[in-house]
């Protein structure tokens, strides 16, 4: 089997991952977990190797792929349809901000049990705000209000960062969290600094583009937000941006590598 969680909330899209993961290992306690990064082509190499190998004697496998693209070796492939096909001892959690490739497009066509698919889109609105107060009583944190509406809107979709920021104030001392208390715990950037950040990343000094851009990605934000940002506000660079968003789009570059090309160029 093939499951194929796809979309940009990375965070929610990686917790789905490991709790297919849990769920084979409670059935299967003597499952094996392969990880691999298709973006790494020793990865692909090594995934040949694991897979290619079954026997009548081989464990349950849980194979969790990062970065899947259309650019893969053909015997990658093969081996993936034939879990897809009907491998009963083997799923592959296929992760990525991608959309799903042409060949798991087709063979999702040609075998729909041996293909699952879950989009990852970031929550918006009521369900947003919902997912915000749920991690905040799992956490066993309160806030007023106000506060929670707050929270929620400056951490729109930054899951990561909303995350990251509800563990902090688990550990705080007051019982009700209020927004002093948030800023004051979690050192919540405005989005002043934000677009000026993202402005500087224009600046012919490359010193000054290198240190926006670590301090926008140190303060959690998401690098496909802050290219599409940067990328909004250039003038004289735009033919680069582009050339970078052909690049991502064809699956031959991620958010991290094209910041990296503005940074040093």
Known sequence: MIIVLEGPDSYRRLQKALEIQAVY?????HAVVYEYDFENDQDQT????????????????????KNYTDAIDSKTVALLK??????SKTVAVLESEKKMPKWCVEL?????????TQEFLFLDG????????????DMG????????EYIAEVNKKNTWKLIRDMEKLALSASQIITKKEYEKICGNES????????VSIQAKQQSKKIRSIELLMRKGNDPAKIFNVAASLARDEAKKYAQLDVLIKSGRMDYDDALLALAIA
Do not use: C
């Not at 034939?82 to 491998?87: F, M, N, P």
């Not at 999702?108 to 699952?116: D, H, M, P």
């Not at 989005?191 to 993202?198: G, H, K, Q, T």
């Open 25 to 29: 290992k409670k059935k299967n306690p």
């Open 46 to 65: 090594q995934f040949r190797e694991h897979v290619g190998t079954q026997s009548l004697f081989t464990a349950v496998r849980v194979i969790h792929i």
């Open 191 to 198: 989005m002043y600094d934000f677009f000026s950040l993202a």
């Open 141 to 148: 944190i309160v806030f007023d209000r106000h506060t929670i």
């Open 126 to 137: 009521a369900a947003w705000l919902r997912y915000v107060q749920k991690k905040a009583k």
């Open 82 to 87: 034939r879990i897809g096909d009907g491998d």
């Open 108 to 116: 999702a066509g040609q075998s729909k049990k041996g293909v699952q």
